[in-house]
């Protein structure tokens, strides 16, 4: 009944042997990605630009072009409608009002008094100011370095330093690899969807750490193997739980994409790719990156107990 | 790793029985949880504004023009304290954040500076050789008085929304002249944002009858103020007002909405000094028009009729039944000491948290089954005591956010999701590394025994680097993303604590009743 048995425990397919290929096609993302950014650039959302953000249930299928003359001869600047999830739901999105805070409020009850009637409910009504809106976009770029960095020590502390660069340059790319991912689709980035660049890196490091520790302990046990051979053998041994584990996430992503509203669609779709990124950062980049790094082959005996003879291999 | 001992089982029964005991009063209605008696827990999960609908408002607190108007005070005292002491001085006024002045002759340098000593105790006096004098705040002043200000704007902020009969406002300070205002459930945060956007700082000032009010020319120690009311032309009037204050309305005591010959008025009463100051000036003012000021605008400007000594009066205007209850509001909670600016304004209505928290059960619930579904069917039995581990892990993650008091929110509940996907990981990883020690052809008991044992060091490093990621979402996000930090957190380390120990504890009570001669798996 058990279908895991199905699966080979270590697939014997050669990871490292192609690892130029997987080099090749990270790179390509990666300049891909800041290409896009620097020629599309991002669809920032009201978090980080600044502006008003309202949602509202119509009466009735909601007639847009008629909404959107009448919002347009307000005089609010570049204001945007689209249809929500459904078709008596609008998203309306206005540009940051010149002057104060107070220029904000005025232009949302100008908003409302315009749609008058043709609005059974309002669902959402955001506004942040441009103070606001720059603070919020320092924080999320420090929370997202800092993540990196710190998540970066942390493996240089519990590995050597190789590993740690690895790590370091595979969520560097990871990262890249999502902002090119929005800058691409032009989902609206805000602050829920830095949260799931973060929670991307968090996972594929999650990822990649699995399988440095599965290097270290090969790397104690077959110290005559050659290095390639031997990472080869730690990405294979861990193949299943890498892909198993990406499998059930995957699962739940989907329900969420699927289910979860319209509300955070871009943050689970987002995070479906991040999860796809992750996965192959952490066998077709990190581990491959090693192989540049001078690996020490005398690793420091921390157990003794591990360093015996190796075991028969499967 | 296959012996348990009895204290950790007790310890792991008692992990599921706490964690039952805490989810349990989410299954009931809020009205039954809150009538369980004291001893029983009866936290619900805390639910955020965007899934339970309200409003959260980021105001800043406008130190500098408290700071201006002090020094505007400052420099009409020193200018009466220069003229009673007869020192000639020139070019007196503001200069950015300080107030500067000259005196002509050097030779009253010291007298000056002693003069204005007196009077401006909380400033740092500077003078320079030609004898200029510059007066700033000293730090320690400037932050006392930001204190003070924030201070009393946190307190009538409170009072007003009080007022408005709000259930459960959250208002607190936040960094240093920011006021973090959150109301759930709020319908019409409208109402609430144009009674906090008010100063309501009333006067009664009398109108300077020497002056046409066509902005011509104001004579010095009279302005040109606009009015609430509308000319026949249909623009707003305007009244030259002597800056001089007769009454201010921080000697009101009461104030009410009511009707006077069918129109909404305010009526309202002074405090004995109050009904003195306002008493005397009627008295010396019959005939002549006083302007209502509120917030430097007319209000009413009505002509003195006889002198009003009991202390109270009302006040007229084209008002609507609304705008009288707001005015009157805004009287009894009192004046802000600064006007307040909304710098961040998030507001849910009921009916999307409704839909949203629908949605996130949809979610949640499909996401389990599918989950579960491939677990038992990658795994067999293990991969059903793996899914056993995973109900556990939903109840005590729904137990932590609901004894912690924690903030459920809807990227929160997408980290419960995430959760259940990642969750089994753990497990998946005990499980492959069983797989492989059986195939180095070891019996199931050392092989659980190797496996649990070895991926335990690779379990605990990959969950503390994604912990690190989600203490940084904590520590930089707001609102809603600190919701999703602390349910990817806290979901970490109950999916760590389930595969380590229940699903253990299952495998290894299953290893000794059926002492299986081969693994299945």
């Known amino acids: 009944m058990a279908l895991i048995r199905k699966l080979p425990i270590a697939p014997n397919l050669n990871f490292i042997g192609h690892r130029k290929i997987f080099l090749a096609v990270s790179g390509a993302l990666v300049l891909a990605s800041l290409i896009l950014l620097a020629g599309v650039g991002l669809n920032l959302g009201i978090d980080f630009r600044g502006g008003i953000l309202i949602e509202v249930r ?39 009002q010149e002057g104060e805070e107070e220029a904000q409020s005025a232009a949302i009850a100008a908003v409302k008094e315009a749609l008058g ?55 560097v790319h990871d990262v890249a690899a999502m902002i090119g991912f929005f800058a691409f689709t032009q989902l609206e980035f805000n602050l829920a969807t830095l949260a799931a660049v973060l929670t991307v890196a968090g996972y594929s490091i ?79 980049l990190a581990v491959p990156l090693l192989t540049f790094m001078g690996l020490r082959r005398t690793v420091d005996d921390e157990e003794p107990g591990k360093t015996r003879s190796p075991e028969k291999a499967s | 790793m296959v012996q348990f001992p009895k204290w950790q089982v007790a310890l792991v029964l008692f992990v599921l029985l706490l964690g039952a005991v805490f989810a349990a009063p989410n299954l009931l209605s809020r009205e039954t949880a809150e009538n369980l008696p004291g001893w029983v827990p009866r936290e619900q999960v805390n639910l955020g504004l965007d899934l339970q609908g309200g409003s959260y408002l980021l105001m800043e607190v406008d130190i500098d023009t408290v700071v201006r108007e002090r020094l505007e005070g400052l420099v009409d005292g020193i200018r009466s304290a220069l003229r009673r002491a007869k020192i000639v001085y020139s070019d007196i006024g503001l200069d950015g ?49 930001t204190t003070n200000v924030i201070a009393q704007s946190l307190e009538i902020v409170r009072r007003r929304i009080d007022e408005t009969g709000t259930r459960e406002p959250t208002i607190q300070r936040q960094g240093d002249d920011r006021i973090l205002v959150q109301l759930p459930g709020l319908r019409d945060p409208e109402r609430i944002k144009s009674l906090l956007g008010k100063t309501a700082k009333l006067t009664f000032r009398m109108v300077d009858e020497s002056s046409v009010a066509d902005g ?3 004579p010095a120690g009279s302005e040109l103020l606009s009015s609430t009311e509308l000319d026949t032309a249909g623009n707003p009037r305007r009244y030259v007002v002597k800056k001089r204050i007769m009454v201010s309305g921080d000697t009101l005591t009461d104030a009410a909405a009511t009707f006077q010959d069918g129109q909404p008025v305010v009526s309202f009463s002074f405090d004995s000094i109050g009904a003195k100051k306002f008493g005397d000036a009627t008295r010396a003012n019959v005939g002549r028009p006083f302007a209502i000021v509120l917030d430097n605008k007319v209000i009413s400007a009505p002509v003195i009729r006889e002198a009003i ?37 998030r507001t849910v209505g009921p009916g999307l948290g409704a839909d949203s928290i629908a949605a996130g059960k949809i979610a949640s619930i499909l996401g389990f089954v599918l989950v579960i579904v491939f677990m038992a069917g ?68 050392t092989a659980i025994d190797t496996g649990y044992r070895r991926a335990m060091a690779t379990i605990i490093d990959s969950n503390l680097t994604t912990l690190i990621a989600a203490l940084l979402l904590f520590m930089f996000g707001t609102g809603p993303i600190k919701g999703f930090a602390v349910t990817l957190a806290i979901g970490l380390v109950t999916s760590m604590f389930t595969a380590i120990m229940l699903t253990r504890l299952l495998v290894v009570t299953w290893l000794r009743r059926r002492r299986p001669q081969q693994l299945a798996i």
């Open chain 1, 58 to 96: 119509t009466n009735g299928p909601a007639d847009l072009s008629a909404m959107r003359s009448r919002l347009g001869s307000l005089g609010l600047g570049e204001v945007t409608l689209q249809e929500f999830g459904a078709e008596d739901e609008v998203l309306i999105n206005v540009q940051r």
């Open chain 1, 117 to 171: 009637t043709d609005v059974a409910e309002y669902r959402r009504t955001e506004f942040v100011g441009p103070k606001v809106g720059g603070e919020l976009k320092e924080a999320g770029a420090w929370a997202t370095v800092l993540a990196i960095l710190g998540i970066s020590l942390y493996v240089w502390f519990r590995f050597e330093w190789q590993f740690a660069v690895a790590a370091l340059l595979a969520l």
């Open chain 1, 206 to 284: 999650n990822d990649t750490v699995v399988i440095f520790d599965r290097v270290r302990e090969v790397l104690r046990k077959y110290k005559k193997m050659p290095l390639l051979e031997l990472l080869n053998m730690a990405v294979n041994q861990t193949l299943t739980r890498t892909l198993l584990t990406s499998f059930t996430t995957l699962l739940a992503l989907l329900a969420l994409t699927l289910f979860g509203g319209e509300v955070i669609r871009g943050f689970s779709a987002s995070l479906i790719w991040g999860i796809l990124i992750g996965t192959y950062s952490s066998f077709g």
């Open chain 2, 97 to 145: 954040q300080a107030a500067t002045f000259q005196v002509r002759d050097l030779q009253t340098v010291d007298q000056a500076r002693e003069v204005i000593r007196d009077i401006a105790r909380e400033f740092v006096m500077q003078v320079d050789d030609g004898g200029r004098f510059r007066l700033q705040y000293s730090e320690q002043s400037l932050k006392d008085l």
């Open chain 2, 216 to 218: 011509a020319r104001v």
């Open chain 2, 309 to 345: 000594l009991g202390g109270s009066g009302i006040i007229s205007g084209q008002f609507s039944v609304q705008e009288v209850q707001d005015l009157a509001l805004l009287l009894r909670a009192g004046a802000l000491p600064a006007p307040l600016s909304i710098l961040e304004e």
């Open chain 2, 378 to 445: 990658a795994y067999g039995l293990l991969g059903l005591m793996a899914n056993v581990a995973l109900a556990a892990n939903l109840i005590i993650l729904l137990a932590a956010l609901s004894g912690l008091q924690a903030t459920l929110t809807l990227p929160g509940i997408a980290g419960i999701v995430l959760t259940l996907g990642m969750a089994v990981d753990a497990n998946v990883l005990i499980f492959e590394r069983i797989r492989e020690e059986i195939a180095n052809g070891r019996g199931p008991v």
